[in-house]
């Protein structure tokens, strides 16, 4: 993938700064061209922390979890001394995994192909049937790592080094959601909905409120529309909304009379309701394909009483989420029809998007300067 390749997908004035009243929306080209897509993946995403778990799955030394980082398996382990490790799930001999699934008790890692063992701190340890191999250094064939980081509970990786260090990126969402502690929550379940759509068209969907009252007529119900607000910081929105004061949401548990909608740059969102934390990532699987896996996290996820409150925010939350998805695969099929380049935004709507579009256009241009 050149520079070049992608400069031929990208107009002069896409790049241009316009304030939202007059300014267009991304192309459509952006959204489906392959090359655009690969850019993206190679460029971007690495140099981006990105969510992987919680915590709570790797409660002592010896845990561990798969996770897919801009299309490469991770490993991330909790070592002997109980810190936070990540590695490339790639073993140095012929490149196998060392792990497929989620486990807890493991002593060492140990490759699911032939068995190499590396320590939880990733220096290689036993090789089977190694006699008579010559000028060979095991310490030469460690593991290699990444950037691991962990923010109130939770886990999160970067490939290289990341643009923005992770306490600049999450500044001041602990302080704006207080007394909600996320500190307090537990990992519950794990959700995945594969999309037919861009990863950019999920996020911009998200971004906005706009769409609410036609996509999700019984969601329109519960939040004050009218009080729904939109804040803008450096990496990251807010959408915030109260309830309406006559409005059922025991779902949620007590203390949810407002609801916090982050999204944080370019493909997490953390969706905050009284002691109910829902983290959403975005994942990029090809130009007109995501995933968006949502992480139920709850104070309480042993209690009888819990369980059933749970279950129903599970439910639903499902059907606005295939609400979504379902529109977002139109918009998809929009995108790609050649019957529309850009658009425009809402001032009043779509704030989130205009700002989510200028931190993808600031990176872009700051890429192909550097190109
Ligand atoms: S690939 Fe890992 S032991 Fe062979
Ligand atoms: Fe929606």
């Not at 309406?244 to 407002?258: K, P």
């Not at 977002?328 to 790609?336: D, K, N, P, S, T």
Request: charged share 20%; proline share 5%; with cysteine.
């Amino acid at each position: 993938m050149t520079i070049a390749t992608v400069r031929a997908l990208i107009e002069p004035h896409d790049l241009e700064r316009h304030p939202l009243a007059r300014a267009h929306t991304l192309p459509a080209q952006w959204y489906v061209a392959s090359d655009f897509y690969a850019f993206e993946l190679s460029h971007l995403f690495p140099r981006c922390w990105q969510y992987v778990g919680h915590c709570s799955q790797l409660p002592s030394p010896g845990c561990y979890l798969v996770a897919d980082v801009a299309g490469r398996s991770v490993v991330v382990v909790r070592d002997q001394g109980g810190a936070l490790r990540a590695f490339h799930n790639v073993c140095r001999h012929r490149a196998g995994p060392l792990a497929t699934r989620n486990g807890c008790g493991a002593r060492v890692l140990q490759c699911q192909y032939h068995g190499w063992t590396y320590t939880l701190e990733g220096h290689l340890r036993g090789i089977p049937h190694w006699d008579r191999v010559d000028l060979f250094d095991r310490r030469d064939y460690g593991l290699l790592p990444l950037f691991v980081e962990e923010w109130e509970g939770l886990i999160f990786v970067s490939l290289e080094q990341p643009l923005v260090s992770l306490s600049e990126l999450l500044a001041g969402i602990r302080e704006r959601i207080a007394p909600t502690d996320l500190r307090r929550l537990h990992f519950h379940t794990r959700v995945v909905y594969p999309i037919a759509c861009n990863w950019k068209a999920y996020v911009d969907n998200y971004l906005e409120g706009y769409h609410v009252p036609i996509v999700h007529p019984e969601l329109n119900k519960v939040l004050d529309y009218t009080r729904y607000v939109t804040e803008t910081y450096r990496y990251y929105s807010l959408q915030y909304s109260p309830f309406r004061a006559d409005s059922d949401t025991s779902t949620y548990g007590q203390n949810a009379h407002e609801a916090f909608y982050y999204f944080i740059f370019p493909n997490m969102m953390l969706n905050i309701v009284g002691s109910r934390l829902q983290v959403n990532l975005v994942q990029p699987l090809a130009a007109e394909r995501c995933e968006v896996i949502f992480d139920y996290c709850y104070e309480d996820v042993c209690s009888e009483a819990a369980q059933a409150q749970i279950a129903a925010d599970i439910t639903y939350s499902d059907t606005v989420q295939r609400e979504d998805g379902e529109i977002c695969e139109w918009v998809q099929r929009g995108l790609r029809s050649g019957a529309y380049r850009t658009g425009r935004y809402s001032v009043e709507r779509e704030e989130g998007v205009y700002h989510f579009h200028e931190l993808l256009r600031d990176w872009l241009r700051i890429e192909l300067a550097e190109g």
